[in-house]
């Protein structure tokens, strides 16, 4: 993938009446379908994530306000929703006031939806070939790293599914016996109230700078 093509593919966003907005189930859940799909009319969207077409397109109408998705080229009758961009980075600004509270509210959402799928997965496995179960992870990992390192990890793991781009929008390009799958990965430093987190620097302790 050229730079172009990756930067038209991947949008940061910060402004916390965005990260708001997009703090709903249904719109995340909206937003998913589009990326995984590439588009999609609201009835497609609400037979997949079983709500009515009409909750689907008020919601889908918001997620298009607030600069998520756009309209993509009609189907004859047919006006099918698209995402703006392939992947998304949400950080919160520290010079917004508001924006992590936002993005906060957000990944607990988006934490509750992607545990909820795993767990399906992991709670149905009796159901699935040995290859399968052999071919899926679940990995834990420790150690320890400067802000630096962490966040060149994050930007690692961010396009570590680019091997697999365009899959989804043109299925000639999967390869047989190809499932849809899913990759979860949190990379984040223990809180400072564990056990294991070490001493706090006095730099970024709560007396600093008072």
């Keep these: 993938m050229s730079d172009e093509e990756q930067d038209a593919s991947f949008q940061r966003v910060t402004d916390p009446a965005r990260l708001r907005a997009l703090a709903h189930p249904l719109r995340i859940q909206l937003l998913d379908v589009?990326?995984?799909?590439?588009e999609a009319t609201a009835t497609e969207c609400a037979e997949i994530v079983g709500e009515s077409a009409a909750s689907c397109s008020f919601h889908l109408r918001m997620l298009e306000?607030?600069?998520f998705i756009e309209r993509a080229e009609t189907r004859g009758r047919e006006r099918p929703w698209r995402p703006v961009a392939?992947?998304?980075d949400m950080r919160p600004d520290p010079d917004s006031p508001g924006s992590l509270r936002a993005l906060q509210e957000v990944a607990l959402l988006a934490l509750d939806a992607e545990?909820?799928?795993t767990r399906e997965f992991f709670s149905q496995t009796s159901g699935e070939t040995d290859e399968w179960i052999q071919a899926s992870i679940l990995t834990r990992a420790t150690f320890w790293a400067t802000a630096e390192e962490l966040a060149q990890?994050?930007?690692d793991l961010q396009t570590i599914t680019d091997r697999f781009a365009g899959r989804s929008?043109?299925?000639s390009k999967r390869p047989p016996g190809a499932r849809f799958s899913r990759m979860v990965a949190i990379a984040n430093p223990e809180p400072w109230s564990s056990p294991f987190?070490?001493?706090k620097p006095a730099e970024t302790s709560e007396e600093a700078g008072r």
């Design 197 to 199: 987190a070490g001493e």
């Design 153 to 155: 990890l994050s930007r």
């Design 115 to 117: 545990w909820e799928r």
């Design 34 to 38: 589009l990326t995984e799909r590439g």
């Design 65 to 67: 306000k607030y600069g």
């Design 169 to 171: 929008a043109d299925p």
């Design 86 to 88: 392939r992947s998304w």
